[in-house]
């Protein structure tokens, strides 16, 4: 019986045992496949939030590559104009790293979202987290957002940088010339000796198929005629009356009515068509000092026009050039426009130009880029006739002083300035292209504009400006036959005293340099700003003015026949010029009481050499007599020069040059303690400014 019982027991157990197995077997399989569905299961969504972040990101290691394939564009031809508009809008640029715009996330809230992925799985990088990439030290990037920045110190800190890269590869300047926004690309034109890759081709000019000259008459006579003044109104008459046929009677008459129309003929081809062309941006440039014109001419095409006429002329044709580049200065004079000239690729033409070997050309691009760049410049506006000097580029030098200097009748804003050579006894006489005799092997090099080349480096702490009025700096231009009303000191003192408020003169000491009749209309300007509230910041801030042989009391000219004297100069001046003139008399007197009440140091350098008054005779003259430019108070020296040559020191060493500079510099301002311990103070707080700025 037990053993029965033991029997059943032991085959229920055997039952038991087998069945547990079995189950153990199922557990064991269930386990393996359930790790084995997370392990896939998190590899699988691993790689997907891999490919979500990679998805994220725009890679930047392209910028290091300087192979790139297709990736990047190399214009190296014109880009059309919508081109140029989309530059802007390329990128937004952060430190060493430039991402493009991020699709919409599909979480109600990345910041949580972001939360959920780096706490469900820490060893996987966030693809919201900002990629950790190597910079390098002089990373495109990272200069380019500091130029952008809203900080002011930090944009020149960054632009400066910019400038001074010589050693990028042409794909990192291309890329950034193509994220450059304006304000970016006007500093760097600006700046001393960028590289060209930062500019842009200009896009090409729409091709109409018209004559160049047809097309800029076209314009002109779509410009409004109602209000403006008699001058304008006759250079615009003659660029319409002037083609080819009427510039054939100009020559002589045409064959058929006895004039020489053979050597016309034989010439048809350049020299009417540059005249031509030469009436009708002489026309334009009036047109352009006219504020309510200038938005006209851009509207209808005119930048265009100019950029076309620029390419069409050969560089050596630099009068055509100058009136092209003056027309954009004086268009440049208003903010509303700056877009527009700049997108007609304004911008890139005057930074060559900057770097050109005429100085006459750097000059207008200077006036006309300076226009353009309200960072620095600003409020700060050159009219036509006012041209900047020094600083021409973006300079960290405090001004302490404005030097003005104001020419003469016959005289130029540049070719009065120049050092002496052996063609100053004619200067309005010399080669049209700007050249000149070179010095002989050993001597120094030749300056045709000595404050530009010698006292902005004896003196970089002042803004040196140059007045210009009547003749401009085109020599051969036509002279206005309405204009001689306005010759007159007194209507010429309201005009540039206006010229030279807008350009900030005023703000700071000023030290006037005047040479002959200029020195006149300095002392017009000075003794009616006294009289007129509006200018009385002129007559506050002059500490000194330098004669050079001015004729206080009238010149030996007035006595000389009239043919003489229309030579030499207009009839209104010269009857303003005559000895015991009441109206120089009156001057006199009111500057005297001015430089009495101003305590304005004087220095007078006159003239001891008769000059040759007519080419090809013998005729001389001192000019201005001793005892007419002695004005009686101050320091006076003679010199043994003649009138012309008394403005032109012959070198650095010369007794000109050596007083001009003491004079100078004994007349700038001292910077007060106060004034250097604030300057630092501000340097500081910029430094660190931008040294935060730059590591962020």
């Known amino acids: 019986m ?39 299961g998190g590899t699988f969504i691993a790689s997907q939030v891999y490919s979500l972040r990679d998805a994220f990101r725009h890679r930047t290691n392209a910028v290091n590559n300087e192979n790139r394939p297709s990736s990047y564009i190399y214009p190296t031809t014109s880009l059309p104009a919508d081109t140029q508009e989309c530059r802007k809008d390329i990128t937004k640029v952060e430190d060493g790293e430039s991402f493009a715009k991020m699709p919409s996330i599909p979480f109600p809230n990345p910041q949580v979202s972001n939360n959920i992925l780096t706490s469900w799985l820490p060893w996987v ?38 400038a001074s890269i010589k050693h990028w590869g042409d794909s990192d300047y291309r890329a950034v ?13 600006r700046s001393h000796d960028p590289d060209s890759r930062f500019f842009l081709p200009p896009p090409s000019p729409p091709k109409t198929g018209g004559l160049l000259e047809d097309e800029l008459r076209s314009l002109l006579s779509s410009l409004p005629r109602d209000g403006i003044d008699k001058c304008t109104l006759h250079f615009t008459s003659k660029a319409m009356q002037h083609g080819r046929a009427a510039f054939a009677e100009d020559r002589g008459g045409l064959w058929c009515f006895g004039g020489n129309g053979l050597s016309f003929a034989q010439s048809l081809s350049n020299v009417p068509e540059e005249k031509v062309l030469s009436f009708c941006l002489q026309a334009l440039v009036k047109h352009s000092k006219v504020p309510s014109h200038c938005s006209d001419i851009v509207r209808l095409g005119g930048l265009q026009l100019l950029q076309r006429a620029y390419r069409s002329r050969n560089h050596s044709a630099q009068k055509i050039l100058r009136n092209i ?44 880029l300076a226009n353009l760049d309200r960072d620095t410049c600003s409020p700060e506006k050159y009219q036509d006739g006012v041209y900047l000097f020094h600083p021409q580029d973006r300079s960290r030098e405090p001004i302490r002083a404005d030097i003005v200097f104001v020419h003469g009748l ?5 070719k009065t300035w120049r050092q002496q050579d052996s063609a100053d006894d004619h200067p309005e006489m010399e080669n049209p292209d700007g050249a000149h005799v070179h010095p002989e092997e050993g001597e120094e090099e030749y300056t045709e504009c000595w404050p530009k080349s010698w006292l902005a480096k004896d003196c970089p702490n002042l803004r040196i400006l140059s007045v210009e009025y009547d003749t401009h700096l085109s020599d051969w231009q036509p002279i206005c036959p309405v204009e001689q009303e306005k010759r007159s000191l007194a209507n010429r003192s309201r005009e540039i005293l206006e010229k030279l408020k807008a350009a900030g003169v005023g703000t700071r000491p000023i030290i ?3 040479h002959s009749m200029g020195g006149l209309l300095v002392k017009k300007m ?6 007129d509230s509006s200018f009385g910041d002129l007559a506050d801030n002059t500490k000194g003015i330098l004669f050079y042989s001015t004729p206080h009391f009238g010149s030996s000219l007035a006595a000389y026949s009239t043919q003489v004297r229309y030579l030499l100069f207009p009839s209104v001046e010269v009857r303003e010029l005559s000895h015991d003139n009441a109206t120089l008399k009156k001057l006199h007197e009111d500057f005297t009481v001015f430089v009495d009440k101003k305590s304005v140091d004087i220095l007078t350098l006159a003239e001891t050499v008769p000059t040759n008054i007519a080419q090809g005779t013998t005729i001389k003259t001192l000019i201005v007599p001793l005892k007419s430019a002695n004005p009686g108070f101050g320091e006076f020296h003679q010199v043994d020069v003649n009138h012309l040559n008394v403005c032109k020191p012959e070198n650095k060493g010369s007794i000109l040059y050596e007083l ?36 962020l």
Request: contains cysteine; positive net charge; hydrophobic residues 40%.
């Open 177 to 189: 010339a193509q994220a450059l926004d304006n304000r970016t690309l006007v500093g760097l034109a």
């Open 410 to 414: 016959l005289g130029g804003a540049i």
């Open 660 to 695: 001009t500079l003491q004079f100078i510099q004994r007349n700038i301002p001292k910077s007060t303690l106060a004034e250097k311990l604030e300057r630092g103070l501000d340097e500081i707080m910029d430094n660190e400014y931008i040294w935060r700025h730059m590591q």
């Open 2 to 40: 037990y053993s029965q019982r033991f029997s059943f027991l032991r085959e229920l157990c055997s039952k038991s045992s087998g069945e547990d197995t079995r189950i153990n077997t199922v557990w064991r399989i269930t386990k393996i496949a359930a790790w084995t569905s997370l392990v896939l």
């Open 325 to 368: 580049v003056r027309v954009i200065g004086n268009l440049a004079v208003h903010e509303h426009l700056h877009r527009q000239i700049i997108q007609a690729g304004w911008v890139t033409v005057l930074a060559s130009l900057m770097k050109s070997d005429h100085i006459s050309l750097v000059t207008h691009a200077a006036r006309a």
């Open 512 to 514: 006037w340099v005047t």
């Open 125 to 162: 990088p966030s693809p919201l987290a900002r990629p950790k990439v190597h910079q390098r030290p002089d990373d495109p990037w990272r200069f380019l957002k500091a130029a952008q920045s809203e900080h002011r110190a930090t944009r020149m800190e960054g632009v400066e940088k910019l």
């Open 526 to 531: 000075l003794t009616d700003s006294l009289q």
